[in-house]
Structures are given as C-alpha cells and as structure tokens.
C-alpha cells in the first residue's frame, strides 16, 4: 500500500475510533458553535486534502491527523474569539502522552473556524461527507 494511502487509512480509522458518525444534518455544538465533522485549511480541496491540512471537530476539542481525544478548556471568550488551552493525545494511534497547546480559535460561523496557534494563522472549513476522499468518507460513516 502506498504511503499516503497507508496515512489516509490511519486517519480514517482513527475517525472511526473517535466515533466521527456522519448524519444527513451534522450535529453542531460543543466547546465551539461548529458543525461535528472533517475541515480542511482553506486552500485544499476536501476531495483531496493532505494530512496536515485535516482537522477534526468532535464538540470537545480539535484534533489533526497525529493527535487525538482534543479537550479545549476556554480561558476567555469574546463573542465568537476563544482562547483556549487545548490538550490532546500526542499521537495519530498507540500510547503517547497527553500535551497542552494554547491557541485562538475564531468561529466565523458554523462551517468555518480559524486557528491562531503561536502567531500561526490558518482558516479551515468544513467538508461535507460526499466531497471527502473514500477512505475518509467510510470512516465518517
């Protein structure tokens, strides 16, 4: 199996395992006012998004393709600006442990989010089940 298929794999297993259901109308909610499901950064297609492009929103917490089990502890929040101090296990699968990283995560509104993590900016929107890659898809199912 080639390499990014073998990640995309892990990905989508590790989707599964999180228990990322997909549903006609994804739930909203949470820490954050956000649709459950996959984003991408914005500039990637959610067809074919790179591994670091993902995020996963679960209503707890935003996790990538190498974290896991996200919990976002909101420090202040004004109007739709959180500042957060999120902690994730620090792997994509197996035993690691569980980090803290402080960030800013601005809901635009329900299907898009950005992350200011260190002074690194990024916008991510959401993808709907069709539009994501197979491996993916299977998993949000």
């Not at 259901?21 to 914005?42: D, M, Q, T």
């Not at 679960?58 to 929040?77: L, M």
């Not at 442990?97 to 929107?125: E, L």
Request: proline share 4%; net charge positive.
């Amino acid at each position: 199996m080639h390499n990014t298929c073998k990640r995309w794999a892990a990905f989508a297993m590790l989707m599964a395992a999180a228990g990322m259901a997909a549903a006609a109308s994804p739930k909203s909610g949470g820490v954050y006012r956000l649709k459950h499901g996959i984003y991408v950064a914005e500039g990637s297609e959610c067809r074919a998004p790179a591994n670091a492009a993902i995020r996963s929103y679960d209503g707890k917490g935003i996790s990538t393709a190498h974290t896991r089990a996200c919990k976002a502890k909101v420090g202040k929040r004004r109007g739709s600006v959180y500042t957060v101090a999120q902690s994730c296990i620090d792997a994509g699968a197996g035993i690691a442990p569980r980090r803290i990283q402080h960030q800013q995560v601005t809901v635009k509104n329900s299907s898009t989010f950005t992350q200011d993590i260190a002074g690194n900016v990024t916008t991510y929107h959401y993808c709907p089940v069709r539009q994501l890659p197979p491996e993916l898809r299977q998993a949000a199912r």
